[in-house]
């Protein structure tokens, strides 16, 4: 079997539609000229965009789900004992089996939602940030930045079902949303043991993490404020082993990314 599988070399049928991520971030909805994701508030059942932004939301969370599955599972065969420790490949193992009843869960909630398998396209940049050669960077890339944003939705998911009367994915939710906890904590501590005694190994893998957290804010929609489309879930992050400043840090990549989307908006108003 190959190691470090690219990414177009996924299995998926004929439901699956790829977007790469040029075709994403183009997309005015996640905030570029045109538009803007976190101008669209907090999701509530007063919206009347609500049904369709909570089913592309479940979606989302649908085929992150499936690649969470495989960088995890790749992880376990691409790396030598020696790069990734026994105990770690055990810990990426148990995360296997958490996200294959995850996509369990995703795929029935998606019908109940009223949506199916392939209604909304996938980009595949989870998985790529799972490619790296370097273990510790799939923790940074996936486990910590990618997982927390996991964190977020499932978080902002659950109190969206509090608010719409919805016990089903209320609980779906708040069950994946422990798992998502532990898989982060795996990846925070196993930085830390990894790189103990290589301050600029974790340098680098630290900010490779904040790259991803700050093309993963949602067009600057996630952030503290109490009416971000996606707020971060302080809480469950200190659980899965973020300091308070890391977490002011994520909040502040929001607001940057915010100001550069708003630079490209009157760039282009300008040019127009």
């Not at 890339?141 to 509090?162: Q, S, Y």
């Not at 400043?245 to 009157?266: S, W």
């Amino acid at each position: 079997m190959k190691q470090i599988l690219p990414a177009e070399q996924l299995a998926r049928d004929d439901r699956f539609v790829e977007v790469n991520m040029q075709q994403r971030l183009s997309d005015p909805r996640m905030g570029v000229p045109g538009g803007s994701y976190q101008r669209v508030g907090r999701l509530g059942p007063e919206d009347p965009d609500a049904p369709e932004r909570s089913r592309s939301l479940m979606h989302g969370i649908f085929m992150g789900e499936i690649q969470a599955l495989e960088g995890a599972g790749r992880t376990c065969w691409d790396f030598e004992e020696s790069e990734a420790p026994y105990a770690l490949k055990l810990d990426m193992a148990r995360q296997c089996w958490d996200e294959a009843r995850h996509v369990e869960i995703s795929v029935k909630l998606t019908e109940w939602m009223g949506t199916g398998i392939g209604e909304f396209a996938e980009s595949r940049f989870l998985y790529q940030a799972a490619c790296s050669p370097d273990p510790v960077l799939r923790l940074t890339g996936v486990n910590r930045a990618l997982e927390g944003l996991a964190i977020d939705v499932f978080n902002t998911m659950k109190e969206f079902a509090g608010l719409s009367g919805d016990p089903v994915l209320g609980f779906c939710e708040d069950w994946m949303l422990a798992d998502e906890v532990t898989h982060v904590k795996m990846g925070s501590d196993w930085l830390r043991r990894l790189t103990e005694n290589d301050p600029e190994r974790r340098r680098h893998a630290l900010e490779f993490q904040r790259t991803v957290d700050k093309l993963f804010s949602f067009g600057g929609g996630r952030g503290k404020d109490k009416d971000s489309p996606i707020r971060l879930a302080d809480a469950f992050r200190r659980m899965a082993g973020f300091t308070d400043d890391e977490i002011d840090d994520i909040d502040k990549l929001g607001q940057e990314r915010r100001e550069e989307l708003e630079e490209m908006r009157r760039s282009a108003a300008t040019s127009a």
